[in-house]
């Protein structure tokens, strides 16, 4: 059973041969633990030298914490330690994320800014409407034509989480405006009619 200690922060030794850097991330871990509390402890070899946690460590001393939730590795050699000490760095490399997931699991987190923990919400709509080739890709023309009579609303959001699901919703893409003036955007101008269907479809769902 694994056993987790907490020890004073001054007591933890950072590894002078760390080959992570790691300072551009202290800020978001900082908001992160700040956010949720200290809820991955540092792991550390016999001697209180730091194997997976460094940039924990800074966060805490950014944060003013004095003491630290800590896990002893005592059944680690010290090739094992310096082995896992770059594996697990190298693990956090190697890993990606599934982007349609992880559109949908940014959709539905409505009240916690997740901008403050380095996910960049615009830019990843952006790259989420982006094919692969900007270059080749071809821009759908939109929909309503310029000098044509239409009666519409204006929907402004006040935050990316709301703004992102609707696009997501709706499909939205980037449009060539096909004015003189040759413009890029992203479509936000829908048929009413369309708006109208959906949230009658979801009212019948729900009763």
């Known amino acids: 059973m694994i056993k987790i200690i907490e020890k004073s922060i001054d007591e933890l030794i950072p590894y002078e041969n ?7 991330a202290v800020e978001f871990v900082a908001n992160s633990i700040k956010e949720f509390g200290m809820k991955n402890p540092i792991l550390v070899d ?15 001393k950014k944060l003013g914490w004095e003491k630290a939730p800590v896990i002893i590795a005592e059944d680690l050699d010290e090739e094992q330690v310096k ?3 770059l594996a697990d760095n190298k693990a956090g490399e190697i890993a990606q994320w599934d982007e349609d997931l992880l559109a949908i699991e940014m959709q539905n987190i409505k009240n916690i800014d997740m901008d403050k923990f380095g996910f960049e919400l615009q830019k990843m709509l952006d790259e989420a409407m982006a094919k692969d080739n900007v270059q080749e890709r071809k821009l759908k023309k939109m929909e309503l034509k310029a000098f044509e009579h239409y009666d519409y609303l204006v929907f402004v959001f006040d935050n990316q989480h709301d703004f992102v699901g609707m696009a997501q919703e709706f499909g939205l893409e980037k449009v060539d405006a096909g004015y003189t003036v040759r413009k890029l955007g992203i479509g936000r101008v829908l048929k009413g009619g369309e708006l109208v269907k959906r949230l009658r479809d979801k009212n019948n769902n729900i009763e």
Not at 18 to 24: S, T, V
Not at 46 to 60: D, E, Y
């Open 46 to 60: 016999k001697n209180m030298v730091i194997i997976a946690g460094h940039t924990r460590l800074k966060a805490l």
């Open 18 to 24: 760390n080959a992570r850097f790691n300072d551009e």
């Open 83 to 85: 082995a896992l000490r």
